[in-house]
């Protein structure tokens, strides 16, 4: 997200991202699969993100009309997506966290991401405008 956004590092780390997603994907929907009772919101969780992922991915590849907000859209809310996923695998392991209620960890990373997408948005469009 921090190098600047042309060929070359910006690139190759946005192709890591996508493979590295891929992999996250289907382990999370192996493991929703095998243990269903406990895990079936993985399943969704993994679905919607990385379907953003992909629009994100996609976008940048193909460079249809208004390409610019797809990607920063699908690539940033697939991260928000992931962020939430751990969150809620994990925040009975994390000091502090663990005290707030359990739906906070399910809209914290979109509350927190949100305006950060939204403005990164106006910024980047603008400059291609």
Request: charged share 15%.
């Amino acid at each position: 997200m921090t190098a600047r956004k042309r060929r070359g590092r910006h690139t190759f780390c946005g192709e890591l991202y996508h493979g590295s997603y891929v992999i996250v994907f289907v382990s999370s929907i192996a493991m929703a699969v095998l243990h269903w009772e406990e895990s079936a919101y993985l399943f969704y969780i993994a679905l919607f993100s990385y379907g953003l992922a992909f629009i994100g991915y996609l976008a940048a590849k193909k460079r249809w009309i208004n390409w610019l907000s797809f990607h920063l859209s699908g690539m940033a809310g697939s991260y928000i997506g992931i962020i939430t996923a751990v969150l809620v695998v994990n925040v009975s392991k994390i000091p502090v966290l663990n005290a707030l209620p359990e739906l906070w960890y399910w809209f914290l990373p979109t509350i927190i991401g949100t305006p950060l997408i939204m403005m990164s948005g106006r910024r980047y469009t603008a400059k291609v405008r």
